[in-house]
């Protein structure tokens, strides 16, 4: 499967297990934190009913690129697990073992591997704002609050500046960090020109419903802005918004 079919897998997963691990927990149209009861806070929560993913994804060529560029040794590196369907994706994310560090997912012989650690060294000469110029004024806050390179976690550096630096390279990401109406995290596609696609979740309060939305992005020039599919979401909120709801 290509980039494109992998982030759809990506949003179906986030939208299968993801979201309704974290159903039990929203209350007033909003994820919120156990057992304090407040609300992650958008562009610094993590939710944590959920773990984050970073895949990086190439060719066959993908290891030993990144272990003779010096960013991955090969004793860090987990044997390849086939991953060409639906299902053995979801088998893969939910199959033992840690999640942390990234996966590096070989499109040609679909097949995807654990890197325990990403040595990104030799990614510091990219600059903040290269970096920045790579991501919507909307990324961490939904109001377009601005933010800074000190706003963007370590998993989405490396996301933004590994297909910056080689340009063959494209990232995807389930993101923990809060975002929009309903606070969970996003799905991010990435490629040389920073990023492509993204799906995150909103809350309709007139239809008290959790609303999906996807943006394709004007491939080169973020500024141009984007298309926009909003996707009401088959999960009845208001059933589950009162489960853990504290005592009045």
């Not at 609300?39 to 066959?60: D, H, K, R």
């Not at 369907?85 to 990234?102: M, Q, V």
């Not at 309903?182 to 799905?187: F, I, S």
Request: proline letters at 4%; aromatic letters at 10%.
């Amino acid at each position: 499967m290509d980039t494109e079919q992998l982030f759809d897998l990506l949003v179906a997963y986030h939208c299968e297990k993801n979201l309704p691990s974290c159903l039990p927990c929203v209350i007033d149209g909003q994820v919120r934190q156990f057992p304090s009861w407040g609300p992650f806070v958008e562009g610094e929560g993590e939710v944590n009913y959920y773990p984050g993913l970073l895949i990086i994804s190439n060719g066959p060529t993908l290891v030993d690129k990144l272990i003779d560029n010096g960013l991955a040794r090969n004793e860090d590196i987990d044997d390849f697990t086939i991953m060409d369907s639906k299902k053995s994706l979801f088998d893969y994310i939910e199959g033992p073992g840690r999640k942390d560090g990234a996966h590096l997912y070989d499109g040609e012989n679909q097949r995807v591997a654990r890197v325990h650690e990403i040595n990104n060294s030799s990614l510091q000469d990219s600059s903040t704002n290269d970096l920045l110029d790579r991501l919507p004024k909307d990324f961490v806050y939904s109001n377009e609050r601005s933010f800074a390179g000190g706003d963007i976690g370590t998993k989405t550096r490396l996301a933004v500046k590994l297909p910056m630096k080689y340009g063959t390279l494209e990232a995807l990401q389930i993101k923990q960090t809060a975002y929009g109406g309903l606070g969970m995290g996003k799905v991010t596609h990435f490629d040389k020109d920073g990023l492509r696609r993204e799906f995150f979740f909103d809350y309709d309060k007139d239809n008290e419903n959790i609303v999906g939305v996807r943006r394709e992005y004007i491939k080169g020039d973020l500024d141009k802005g984007y298309t926009e599919e909003r996707i009401p979401i088959n999960y009845a909120l208001q059933q589950n918004s009162n489960v853990n709801k504290p005592a009045a």
